[in-house]
């Protein structure tokens, strides 16, 4: 269970650097998100070919599964970089902080298990702590709408992967998901140039250099953490876990882009009701040798 977390807790800080990528990279959203998934993909498989030569027992449906899930997982992606792109780092992140509150609510339908008050409780202090992080501006109306759609399809893949991963290894669950991904993105992609039709789809040098770290760090090794904690803890530990990932990212917007700016004093009481909602409902599951 400690390791669980940890585990957690680093896949967590890797996340927390992909909005500052998300701007520092020039492609729009859409681009962006294939060539992540591309080369990640290409890293998955040559790991797999080298290292994990195993052969992939897979049935039908659990592949299936897989790949349709993966479609959740790109398009989570594609919603949250449009949300920074639309808007700026920190509201994008910001939205993405609802997912505890989401998952509290969303999990106990979608499994048929029961209402626990204490993840609502804490969920609600996650969005409480948003509120007070950002006071919204109706001109980042556009990126708070994206922002909260990506909050949604996290909840569910995350969801369909704590359920996946009972049987399969976290490994082929990136493998196969960010397959799906990429070649649910690749149908996509030509429609999305036709409609909002973009010049720069070619990642300078420099692009490339961020898309590397973006997909072998904040994606592979990111996702792979994420998905073995999983694995021991709840669907609503690990995002509510993820609200973190707003306050890596937030400060080091901070830090690269000066984003505190356009940031009022209540982003530093957020920050600490979010810090307060994650720590204790850590402190539940270290406590437990059960599963959260």
Not at 10 to 20: E, H, R, S
Not at 56 to 61: C, M, P, S, T, V
Not at 142 to 153: A, D, H
Request: glycine share 6%.
């Amino acid at each position: 269970m400690k390791k669980a977390l940890f585990q957690l807790h680093i896949a967590v800080f890797l996340a927390g650097f992909t909005g500052v990528l998300g701007r520092l990279i020039s492609l729009n959203e859409l681009f962006l998100v294939w060539y992540r998934l591309l080369f990640a993909i290409i890293l998955l498989w040559i790991l797999k070919y080298f290292f994990f030569k195993s052969e992939i027992k897979l049935i039908h449906k659990s592949r299936l599964t897989l790949l349709l899930t993966g479609a959740l997982v790109a398009l989570h992606w594609v919603f949250f970089y449009g949300s920074i792109k639309y808007s700026n780092i920190s509201v994008g992140l910001v939205c993405f902080s609802s997912i505890g509150f989401f998952t509290a609510i969303l999990e106990p339908l979608l499994i048929k298990r029961k209402l626990i008050f204490s993840e609502v409780f804490f969920g609600l202090m996650g969005m409480i702590g948003i509120y007070c992080i950002f006071h919204f501006n109706p001109k980042f109306s556009i990126g708070i709408v994206l922002g909260l759609i990506s909050s949604l399809l996290a909840v569910l893949f995350t969801i369909i992967n704590k359920q996946l991963l009972k049987t399969i290894t976290s490994f082929d669950v990136s493998l196969f998901e960010f397959t799906g991904g990429f070649f649910t993105l690749s149908i996509i992609l030509p429609f999305y140039f036709y409609f909002l039709p973009s010049l720069n789809f070619i990642p300078t040098f420099q692009d490339l250099g961020w898309l590397m770290i973006l997909s072998v760090f904040c994606t592979v090794l990111a996702f792979n953490l994420s998905s073995s904690a999983l694995k021991k803890v709840s669907s609503f530990t690990v995002n509510l876990t993820f609200t973190l990932e707003p306050v890596y990212g937030i400060l080091l917007a901070f830090m690269v882009y000066k984003e505190y700016n356009e940031m009022h004093s209540g982003v530093y009481l957020g920050i600490v009701i979010i810090l307060i909602s994650v720590f204790l409902q850590n402190l539940l599951v270290w406590k437990s040798k059960t599963h959260a």
